[in-house]
């Protein structure tokens, strides 16, 4: 009994256990290119993240679409809107946690370890609604 009950608990936040699952790699992609650049070879906070972003989110994306929301349509009619739309987003968040490194870390003087983990949290939160709402919505 107890198992059927947990199944359909999963089976009702489907999408929001997956998405902090693929959230939880993508934010260790993110984490994996950011930290190298930024503590070894010295990139400023905002190249760091901008190069960790793009690794970022073609990893999402490849997750995402899929996994996450679904979406297993592949053709170029379906593919390309989806893509335009989630790199549109995603750009968004990009460009919000950029400015924010920016200036805590590289005008402020802020711990740029400590900075990028206060953004992250509030890129998967901004992400996931962008998603979910704009680029994946769910088909009536």
């Given amino acids: ?19 902090l699952f693929f959230g939880a790699l993508t934010t260790a992609v993110n984490y994996l290119v950011y930290l190298p650049c930024y503590n070894w070879l010295a990139l400023s906070a905002g190249v760091s993240n901008m190069i960790a972003w793009g690794a970022a989110v073609i990893f999402a994306f490849l997750t995402n679409k899929p996994f996450v929301f679904k979406s297993h349509d592949w053709s170029a009619q379906v ?12 750009l968004g968040s ?37 998603s979910k709402l704009l680029v994946f919505p769910q088909k009536p």
């Fill in 79 to 90: 593919l390309f809107p989806e893509l335009g739309k989630f790199l549109g987003c995603r």
């Fill in 94 to 130: 990009g460009i919000l946690e950029t400015v924010f490194l920016f200036v805590t870390v590289d005008l402020l003087a802020w711990n740029g370890n400590w900075m990028k983990l206060i953004t992250g949290i509030l890129v998967v939160v901004l992400n996931y609604f962008g």
């Fill in 1 to 19: 009994m107890r198992w059927q009950k947990l199944k359909a608990l999963v089976l009702r936040h489907y999408d929001v256990l997956t998405y």
